[in-house]
C-alpha cells in the first residue's frame, strides 16, 4: 500500500509565499505522473499543477508565474512552491500520483490522493 503525506501548508498574507511537500511512502513503487490540485469551499477540486516522471510541468492558467512544481525521486517526493499568494488561492491542497507497484512478475497502475493541506491567504 502507497501512502501520500502532504505537508507545508498554513496562513499567510497575501504576496506571502508557502511551500507544500507531498512524500510517497511505502515499497516496490515506482511514481509516474504527480500533481497539485486544490478544493475551495464551494467550488469543485481542481488541478494546479502536475509533472511526469522526465520532469514535463503543465500549470493551471490561474497560477502560472507564481507557482513552481518540482519533485525529488531519490526522495519519492514532490513540491509546489508558491509565491505571490492572493486570497483566492485559499483552498485544500491535495498531491496525486500515478504510481505502478511491482510485486514479483506483476504490474499495478494506480492513482492515489493524499488527505490535503489547509492554505490561507489573508487579504
Request: proline fraction near 2%; include cysteine; charge should be positive.
Amino acid at each position: 500500500q502507497v501512502q501520500l503525506v502532504e505537508s507545508g501548508g498554513g496562513l499567510v498574507q497575501t504576496g506571502g509565499s508557502l511551500r507544500l511537500s507531498c512524500a510517497a511512502s511505502g515499497s516496490g513503487f515506482s511514481i509516474n505522473a504527480m500533481g497539485w490540485y486544490r478544493q475551495a469551499p464551494g467550488k469543485q477540486r481542481e488541478a494546479v499543477a502536475a509533472i511526469t516522471s522526465g520532469g514535463s510541468t503543465n500549470y493551471a492558467d490561474s497560477v502560472k508565474g507564481r507557482f513552481t512544481i518540482s519533485r525529488d525521486n531519490a526522495k519519492n517526493t514532490v513540491y509546489l512552491q508558491m509565491n505571490s499568494l492572493k486570497p483566492e488561492d485559499t483552498a485544500v491542497y491535495f498531491c496525486n500520483s500515478d504510481i505502478t507497484t511491482v510485486q514479483g512478475i506483476s504490474f499495478r497502475r494506480e492513482n492515489y490522493w493524499g488527505q490535503g493541506t489547509q492554505v490561507t491567504v489573508s487579504s
